[in-house]
Structures are given as structure tokens and as C-alpha cells.
């Protein structure tokens, strides 16, 4: 079964940016959706954003123009800009719509 690791997060200032990355063993990430989940403290775990087999890629309300998703066979990256307290949470990638086992994550916090 996949294992996916998550790496990127930090703290950050509003406005500033932040490049997510996830490796996910034994899978060719090109191959399957992928997406980028975050879990806010006190709040359930949302799926953010997608990107599928054909390229096409889908995004939340809540981060669309401002967050993209992006992959090669090894890695799917979330290029995080104009970041918002709001994006505060424990950011995971997994499969698209059918997540395997979770990672460990990766935190953001977004404060001044």
C-alpha cells in the first residue's frame, strides 16, 4: 500500500508563501487523482485540491487563484500564495476521493 510523506510546511506571515511537496511510494503519481487535504484544528479534514490522470486539475472555493496543484511521476506539489490565517491546518495528500492510509502531514500556520 502507498505511503504517502508530506514535507514543506512552516509558519509564515498573511500574504506570504509556502511550496508543499509529497512523495508516495510504490505508486507513479501520474497515473492516479491525487489531491492535497488540510485538517484545521476543530474542524473536519476537506480535500482542497485535485489533480487527475489527464492533467485536469479541481480546487476548493476556499484556496482557488490562489493555491496550485502540480505533480511529476515522483512528487505532487501545492504552491501555497496570498496564504490567510484561515489556511492555518495539517495539510496531507492522498488519493483523490478515495484516500488510502494518511500520512503524518505537514503544518502551516498562517499568523502575524
Known amino acids: 500500500q502507498a505511503q504517502f510523506v508530506e514535507s514543506g510546511g512552516g509558519s509564515v506571515e498573511p500574504g506570504g508563501s509556502l511550496r508543499l511537496s509529497c512523495t508516495a511510494s510504490?505508486?507513479?503519481?501520474?497515473?492516479?487523482?491525487t489531491g492535497w487535504y488540510r485538517h484545521p484544528h476543530g474542524a473536519g479534514r476537506e480535500l482542497i485540491a485535485s489533480?487527475?490522470?489527464?492533467?485536469n486539475t479541481n480546487y476548493a472555493d476556499s484556496v482557488k487563484g490562489r493555491f496550485t496543484i502540480s505533480r511529476d511521476p515522483a512528487r505532487v506539489y501545492l504552491q501555497m500564495n496570498k496564504l490567510e490565517p484561515g489556511d492555518t491546518a495539517v495539510y496531507y495528500c492522498?488519493?483523490?476521493?478515495?484516500?488510502?492510509?494518511w500520512g503524518q502531514g505537514t503544518q502551516v500556520t498562517v499568523s502575524s
Open positions: 492522498n488519493l483523490a476521493g478515495a484516500p488510502a492510509t
Open positions: 510504490g505508486l507513479d503519481l501520474t497515473q492516479y487523482a
Open positions: 489533480i487527475y490522470s489527464s492533467g
